[in-house]
């Protein structure tokens, strides 16, 4: 695949993430659904039929369910507190622990049981946020820069052991200049590091390492090199946007393609899960 | 007889200074009104333990009892940040706290390592990270058997593991299922053990099903029988997580002032639980309980 820089934009007003958030809600909302919901049909492609997941909370979580209940009915659900669960939890969760996600579970085991399959390489994907996120898809949920000052976030979470241990991670977060930077002050769960033979070099698995960053604008994907370049933009976002929103030169893919929207099957199940719109808004 | 209350466990089991494991199961079952005691009890320079901890770790900090945590994540789950834990962390409000950073599984490790009686346990979670490069307790080493690089996660030994369960014997021996989490290596891994129940049970009950004893009565130094103990966390089979409640909790919180409001209503003023649950109200209470059971089948232990 060859790749090829934009030139700079030109000196106009850069248009800020909530300006394009907003006109893209616009522009999809005429289209028949949310961001949300493009965000999340694009995280269920990520999950193959039969494969083991790391399934996080928010958006992942109906990500494996639409998966489940779409193209990949044979995918297994883990989660970090030890529970194994192959069927959607009846009721909407706000944690993975909650008294619904346990009943008729596959199993309610400890965290090392999952962990375990982790570190033995049988969990295929799992599912990441961020509040920060670099050119070499290194993560950072410790500590972030809001108005130049340092401010502490929570933590790891599992966050550092998954994507150390998962043969492939995906990342969902908000596309701005601050979240998409050039190098993070703070590796709190390692991408590819500097890029070249760099996860090779820390001792990490070969067969690991970050897949996809799903943002509000578009999907990033990674070379064999480990940078990450431009693979898809959301319907209605320009190429121009999507670089003037990253903290660094990114790079696109010469076979760019528009993300493909939710289909109407995803859509139905999507709306049946979070009827509300909790969650897809 | 290990059978006490909630006020003379703390006072005798958790002096100022000692390191506390609690919310061991994660999300569910957090012995909320062991910290709040803990809390009324003024103590100091404590050390949390912890793989997640939701807002209890985020109240205890804010309550100035906390020297020291260690955790691989401090904030509210459903809500988002901490703003305690970010006070202390950021601007040493109430005061300067030190934060080793863990992920998930290598403190379920370290834990696992002391139940274990073993130094540490090897890992490749977290190659790469600058948790490795900033916490002294993961340290990289060759591996003796092959070319590999691996982390050294030293085992944790708290003083004390605070646990909650659904129920347990007036001896300590305790049944606890749903989210195990780490609760079954911390109640190994540390000196002591608090076990807060839901229910008190006869001992025949707990003997029934010895598969759900998860801590053995000789582990552990004090009962408490506590119903609603972990609310506005869940306990599976007795009542659901109160999502509300942390979402008041993070609105209410953002100033020091408001905590300092939040958390003489909820912790300073009322003395026990069933003033807590008073203050709750029933209504409320009543629409966290279980609104259908669902008993698993029993398991036959005959011969």
């Known amino acids: 695949m060859r790749f090829r820089t934009p030139s700079p934009s030109g000196s106009r007003r850069r248009e800020t993430w909530t300006d394009v958030a907003v006109r893209s809600e616009t522009d999809l909302a005429a289209r028949g659904f949310t961001l949300s919901e493009l965000m999340i049909a694009a995280a269920a492609r990520e999950i193959n039929d039969g494969e083991l997941v790391f399934v996080g909370m928010r958006l992942p979580m109906l990500a494996f369910l639409v998966a489940r209940r779409t193209h990949a009915p044979a995918a297994i659900g883990l989660f970090e507190n030890g529970v194994i669960r192959a069927t959607p939890s009846p009721e909407l969760l706000y944690t993975m622990a909650d008294p619904p996600n346990l009943r008729a579970a596959t199993e309610c085991g400890q965290m090392l049981d999952v962990m375990g399959l982790l570190q033995q390489g049988r969990v295929h994907v799992g599912f990441l946020g961020a509040a920060e996120v670099d050119r070499f898809g290194n993560l950072n949920t410790t500590w972030g820069h809001r108005d130049r000052e340092l401010r502490r976030l929570p933590g790891s979470g599992g966050a550092c052991d998954i994507a150390c241990l998962a043969r492939r991670t995906v990342v969902l977060l908000v596309h701005d200049r601050s979240r998409l930077c050039e190098r993070v002050s703070h590796i709190t769960s390692p991408g590819y590091g500097s890029g070249n033979g760099w996860r090779r070099a820390q001792g990490l698995p070969d067969d690991s390492g970050p897949s996809a960053v799903i943002t509000t604008l578009g999907v990033l994907r990674f070379r064999l090199d480990g940078e990450a370049y431009l693979a898809s933009v959301h319907p209605g976002i320009s190429v121009e946007e999507v670089l003037s929103n990253t903290g660094w030169t990114l790079r696109v893919s010469d076979e760019l393609v528009e993300t493909i929207p939710p289909d109407t099957e995803e859509l139905r199940v999507m709306r049946e899960l979070d009827p509300n719109h909790f969650w897809t808004r | 007889m290990k059978l006490t209350t909630m006020r003379e466990a703390i006072e005798r089991h958790v002096p100022s200074g000692s390191m506390v494991l609690l919310g061991a199961q994660l999300e569910p079952m957090i012995p909320f009104s062991a910290g709040h005691e803990i809390i009324r009890q003024g103590r100091r320079d404590l050390t949390l333990v912890g793989p997640i901890s939701d807002i209890l770790f985020d109240q205890m900090i804010g309550a100035g009892c906390v020297a020291r945590v260690m955790a691989a994540w401090v904030g509210n789950v459903s809500a988002g940040v901490g703003y305690c834990f970010r006070r202390a962390a950021e601007q040493s409000i109430p005061r300067r706290i030190e934060v080793v950073d863990y992920s998930n599984f290598t403190l379920a490790l370290a834990l696992h390592s002391a139940a274990m009686g073993a130094p540490f346990m090897p890992t490749y979670a977290t190659l790469g990270s600058d948790l490795l490069k900033k916490n002294g307790n993961l340290r990289e080493f060759p591996s003796p058997v092959n070319e590999e690089r691996l982390v050294a996660v030293r085992a944790l030994r708290p003083d004390v593991a605070i646990v909650h369960v659904q129920r347990a014997d007036s001896e300590g021996n305790a049944h606890l299922w749903g989210s195990l989490g780490v609760a079954v290596d911390g109640a190994r891994a540390a000196r002591k053990v608090i076990v807060v129940a839901e229910e008190i049970v006869e001992p025949a009950v707990i003997a029934s099903d010895p598969n759900r004893t998860l801590i053995p009565g000789f582990l552990v130094a004090a009962v408490i029988h506590e ?52 203050q709750l109200g029933e209504a409320r209470a009543e629409k966290l309980g279980v609104k259908e059971h669902a008993f698993a089948a029993p398991a036959d232990f005959g011969y």
């Open chain 2, 227 to 278: 119903p609603w103990g972990a609310h506005p966390s869940p306990v599976q089979g007795y009542y659901g997580r109160d999502h509300a409640f942390f979402a008041e909790y993070h609105e209410e919180t953002r100033t020091l002032e408001g905590f300092e409001r939040w958390l003489t209503r909820w912790v300073v003023r009322p003395q026990s639980r069933h003033e807590y649950m008073s």
